[in-house]
């Protein structure tokens, strides 16, 4: 965690003497809460409102983020903490859409993965966050395959596709974003993080939506 402290490590150059200090991010994660909104006020299904409300706190929170910088581990401790927020919603609607509780060897296995991301959010870098990260998302989502919607599992492939280049974009910054700044400042690169996001969060809206009318 201490190699890359979210915001202030992120790749795009903090405007110092304004009062939102990463504007560009900010308004790519602007638009996406507003669509997460504008589900979540539309949902009527308890347990699709849970993860949608989930959503909505962490991407609201990661503009906050952008906007106002807070010193220290705060912001990251927060977003870290919000993720399992949205990890647990997410099996809370997928058990409730399939009446079927895991089996004593899937939450052996989580407990596991939620050790090891713990460990690797405390002690080590970035590189090994991202991945425990992934493994608890998909982990729930092959669990239960097949009880997601259908436009789910048709794009299950670009799905992960997608998680795993905003890791990959995420990575390089990490790698290459005080380069990156350096030879362009007044780039934002880190909006290729928020992109790609924004299809995220939106088609995630979408297909639950749809499922759970």
Known sequence: MKDFVF????????????????PYSAFVNALSVSIILLFLLNTKFGPTFVFYA???????????????HLDGYIQ??????????????LFYLLYSISNMFPS???????????AMDIYAFTYLTLLYFIPTQIMLLLSILFYYY???PALFKDNMLLFIFIVLLISGIIYNEKVNGKEMLANYPDFPFHIFVEIPGLFIFTFLMYVFHSSSK
């Open 7 to 22: 915001p202030f490590s992120t790749c795009e150059k903090i405007q110092h003497n304004h009062i939102i200090k990463q």
């Open 104 to 114: 004593i060897y899937f939450i052996i296995m989580y407990t596991v993965f939620i």
């Open 146 to 148: 097949q009880y997601l």
């Open 54 to 68: 989930s959503l909505f706190f962490f991407q609201f929170f990661h503009m906050f983020s952008h906007m106002f």
């Open 76 to 89: 990251t401790n927060v977003i870290h903490s919000i993720s399992y927020f949205i990890n647990f919603s």
